[in-house]
C-alpha cells in the first residue's frame, strides 16, 4: 500500500480543522467525504480538493478508493457508523468519545476484530509533547509510586452551542465529562500507566446550560432548540486496585477566576509532576525546600496531526497504536460508573 485512502464521515468544524493535517502525512490521502449537510459537505471538499463528495456513507464505504474512516459525527451515531464502516472493511479512527456508553463501545471492538480492522480512538492529549515527556519520567521511574493524581478541564464559559445536539443526552450521552473530560481522564490514566480501575463515586450538575448560559460557541452545528439536559460540570474519584487514587473535574460552565484550565498532576513517593507546561516537583537534595524544575517543558502544541499519522502508520504497519482499544474501553466504564454513580447516589463497582 502507497497511500492510505481516507474517507471522512462527517464535515463539521473538527474536520475542517483535522483534514489538512492528515493530509501533511506524505502516505494520506483524503479522497472522499460524506455529511447529512450537502452545503458543509461541499465548502470542505472544495478546500481540500477531496475528489469525491458522497450523499451516503453507503455510498462511501462501496468506494474502492477509501481505506480508512475517520467518523466524527455525533456520538449518538458513532456506534453505527462505526460498525458499519468496519463490516464494510475499513479501519476506522473514531473521534472521542468512544460511543455513548460501555455496551455500545463494547460492540464496535466486537466488529473491529471480526472484522480484524484497525480500531483507534482520537485521544489527542496523548501526543502533546509535554504529555510525552512526563509519560516518559514516570516510565524511568522518576516519580516512584504514583499514589494520587487530579485531573481537570475546567471552562468558565465553554457549553459548545446551546440547542445543539451536544446539550442533550439522547443524542451526546453526556455532557461535560463526555466532551472534555474524556480526555483529561485518559491522559491521566495514560500517564499512570494504570488501566485498573476498581470504584468510582461521581457528581454531575447542570446549573447554567439549564438556564440558557455558558455558552463558548464551538462547533458548525445548526442550533434546533434541543432542551439541555447533560452536565455542565462533574467530579468523581476513582479507586485503582493497586490502592491509587484519581479526582476528576470537568466543566462547560462554572463561576471561576480564569477562561480556561486543565492540567493532570501526579503524586509519587519520589517527586511530583504536572503536564501543562509539563514540570517536577520534589526536594532539592542541595538546599532546603522544594524544586520546581521547569526545564522539562516540552513546548506545549495542540498535535491534532499526530494522532492522524499515527492511524496511517499502523496502518502501513510502521508503529503501534498509541491509544488501544482496551484502554479506551477502560475509559468509557468508568463514564458510565460516573454517570451511574450521580443517579444512585452511590459508589460504583468497576472491578
Not at 96 to 107: D, G, I, R, S, V
Not at 198 to 221: I, M
Not at 240 to 256: E, L
Not at 306 to 313: A, E, G, S, Y
Request: glycine share 8%; net charge neutral; aromatic share 8%.
Amino acid at each position: 500500500m502507497n497511500k492510505v485512502r481516507i474517507g471522512l464521515v462527517g464535515a463539521g468544524k473538527i474536520a475542517q480543522v483535522c483534514c489538512a493535517k492528515i493530509l501533511e502525512h506524505p502516505s494520506a490521502a483524503v479522497t472522499a467525504v460524506h455529511d447529512v449537510n450537502a452545503q458543509r459537505m461541499e465548502q470542505l471538499r472544495q478546500a481540500h480538493q477531496i475528489p469525491n463528495a458522497c450523499a451516503t456513507v453507503e455510498a462511501m464505504l462501496a468506494r474502492d478508493d477509501v481505506d480508512a474512516v475517520y467518523i466524527a459525527v455525533p456520538n449518538k451515531f458513532h456506534k453505527p457508523l462505526a460498525v458499519k464502516a468496519l463490516n464494510a472493511g475499513k479501519h476506522v479512527l473514531l473521534d472521542k468519545p468512544f460511543a455513548m456508553n460501555l455496551a455500545e463501545a463494547q460492540e464496535i471492538a466486537r466488529a473491529a476484530r471480526e472484522a480484524r480492522k484497525i480500531l483507534m480512538l482520537g485521544m489527542n492529549q496523548r501526543y502533546c509533547p509535554d504529555s510525552q515527556k512526563i509519560r516518559s519520567i514516570v516510565a524511568d521511574g522518576g516519580l516512584g509510586e504514583i499514589y494520587h493524581a487530579k485531573a481537570f478541564w475546567m471552562r468558565r464559559e465553554g457549553i459548545p452551542r446551546l440547542g445543539t445536539w451536544f446539550c442533550n443526552r439522547s443524542t451526546a450521552g453526556g455532557g461535560c465529562m463526555l466532551d472534555i473530560g474524556v480526555h483529561v481522564l485518559d491522559l491521566c490514566l495514560f500517564l499512570m500507566d494504570n488501566w485498573s480501575p476498581v470504584s468510582v463515586f461521581g457528581c454531575t450538575y447542570s446549573k447554567f446550560g439549564s438556564r440558557g448560559l455558558g455558552e463558548g460557541g464551538w462547533g458548525l452545528s445548526e442550533c434546533e432548540n434541543i432542551p439541555f439536559d447533560v452536565d455542565d460540570l462533574t467530579t468523581a474519584t476513582v479507586r485503582f486496585a493497586n490502592g491509587a487514587s484519581v479526582s476528576i473535574d470537568a466543566s462547560w460552565a462554572a463561576h471561576m477566576d480564569v477562561h480556561n484550565k486543565n492540567d493532570v498532576l501526579l503524586f509519587g513517593t519520589q517527586a511530583g509532576a504536572g503536564t501543562y507546561p509539563a514540570r517536577l516537583f520534589r526536594r532539592d537534595p542541595h538546599r532546603e525546600g522544594y524544586s520546581v524544575i521547569e526545564d522539562v517543558n516540552a513546548k506545549i502544541a495542540m498535535k491534532h496531526a499526530d494522532r492522524f499519522h499515527n492511524f496511517v502508520n499502523v496502518i502501513l504497519g510502521i508503529e503501534e497504536p498509541l491509544v488501544t482499544v482496551e484502554q479506551a474501553l477502560v475509559v468509557q466504564k468508568i463514564i458510565d460508573g460516573i454517570y451511574e454513580s450521580c443517579r444512585t447516589g452511590k459508589s460504583v463497582d468497576l472491578s
